[in-house]
């Protein structure tokens, strides 16, 4: 019967690789197991009290509860231009290249259905934070996966990809810092990518969520600081991790008119934007002291920090990540065979501690987990505590 087929964008999805991890996560809570979650990205320390009280006090505002702005409230919109003129030392114009969204992933995918027509193609690297492929195969579109080890390797790859083609793809997906795998470039890197694009005229969707969680002296540029830039690429950011706002859902995107327009235009049809008060929460978060933006990263770099000297303790060495909440792990030699979904639960049922199956981010990251910066540094080493448990007595 028809009512019992799948539907067709539907069967596009691959399993959701998450759901049995998750599934035996609640399940072993439900019987009283005190599992320490490194699994999800779900930062766990309060927001400021100061954007908390602007949203308050604009929620007692009659006419604020009213609809919203598609593509952000005005104000809200002159905030991320001023953000990217300090932080970045780029101009932009809040009424055509500036679109509020509601969390990058709401931007991501309604850009995605905004540019992308049957069959076209989008190149997107593998491991990849999944919304960079599968916002593109829900709107029609095909993934070329193309392997990042490193940016330099994914960015090889991606020429490689173009050349092999039969006609130019339509977009090409940078994501550094990078989630998974906490990647970081510089400018020049994202030089070459504004060059090699431009040669094959294809757009850059580049997701900078993780911009401000870093832990050198030199914070992660912008691609719009790149000349040119703009001619093909827009920026995907967000509060979510920077203020520790990730159920608000306020992200921006920024960059190319074109695409700016095109997002516009899909979300007039789709949604008022999100509710003004925390529109204008926003703004005090973009526009108000700093100081609480550089605790979080402390905070972040701290716990960054014990987990890479605790897990090895433990006998798991990991790569010390430079940026992101997350630190993208090898699974021990001896326990790789059993791929990441496997022995992210064989962790879970022996060692009460929860982490990311790699191969939830794609095909090449199978060989890894993604464990998040999400628990104080007292459970940190209480999850070290029961991995050495593990490791020394298997």
């Not at 973009?286 to 090895?312: N, Q, S, T």
Request: with cysteine; aromatic share 8%; charged share 25%.
């Amino acid at each position: 019967m028809k009512t019992e087929e799948e539907f067709h964008r539907i069967k596009q999805l691959p399993p959701y690789v998450f759901e049995e991890v998750n599934a035996l996560k609640a399940k072993l809570r439900a019987e009283g197991r005190d599992i320490i979650d490194l699994g999800m990205g779900n930062p766990d320390m309060p927001t400021p009290a100061h954007i908390i009280d602007k949203l308050c006090e604009a929620a007692r505002n009659p006419k604020a509860h009213r609809y919203s702005v598609s593509r952000g409230i005005i104000g809200l919109r002159r905030a991320m231009a001023r953000y990217y003129k300090r932080r970045f030392d780029v101009e932009l114009s809040p009424e055509t290249e500036i679109v509020a969204t509601i969390g990058s992933k709401e931007g991501f995918a309604n850009l995605a259905q905004a540019i992308t027509g049957p069959g076209d193609m989008v190149l997107a690297p593998d491991p990849a934070y999944p919304i960079h492929a599968f916002g593109f195969i829900i709107a029609g579109g095909v993934i070329a996966a193309i392997p990042a080890p490193t940016p330099e390797a994914y960015l090889r790859g991606v020429a490689d990809a173009i050349a092999a083609a039969p006609k130019s793809p339509r977009a090409l997906v940078l994501n550094y810092p990078s989630n998974p795998t906490a990647q970081v470039v510089d400018l020049d890197f994202y030089k070459e990518a504004v060059a090699l694009a431009k040669r094959h005229d294809i757009y850059i969707l580049s997701d900078l969520a993780y911009g401000e969680i870093y832990f050198g002296e030199t914070p992660p540029p912008s691609i719009l600081q790149v000349d040119g830039a703009r001619d093909i690429a827009v920026e995907i950011n967000s509060l979510s991790k920077t203020f520790a706002m990730a159920g608000w859902r306020v992200g921006m995107a920024v960059g190319n008119e074109r695409l700016i327009k095109a997002l516009a235009r899909v979300k007039s049809y789709l949604d008022y934007g999100a509710f003004t008060p925390i529109q204008v929460a926003a703004v005090a978060a973009l526009d108000g002291p700093w100081g609480c933006v550089e605790e979080i990263r402390a905070i972040y770099k701290a716990r960054r920090d014990v987990l890479i000297e605790h897990f090895a303790m433990a006998g798991w060495a990991i790569p010390c990540p430079d940026a992101s909440m997350f630190a993208w792990a090898p699974i021990p030699e001896k326990f790789r065979a059993m791929g990441s979904v496997e022995f992210a639960k064989m962790l879970m049922e022996r060692a009460d501690v929860a982490v990311a199956p790699g191969l939830g981010f794609g095909k090449a990251g199978d060989d890894h987990v993604r464990i998040g910066l999400v628990e104080n540094q007292q459970r940190i080493r209480q999850a070290a505590r029961n991995l050495k448990r593990v490791f020394k007595g298997n």
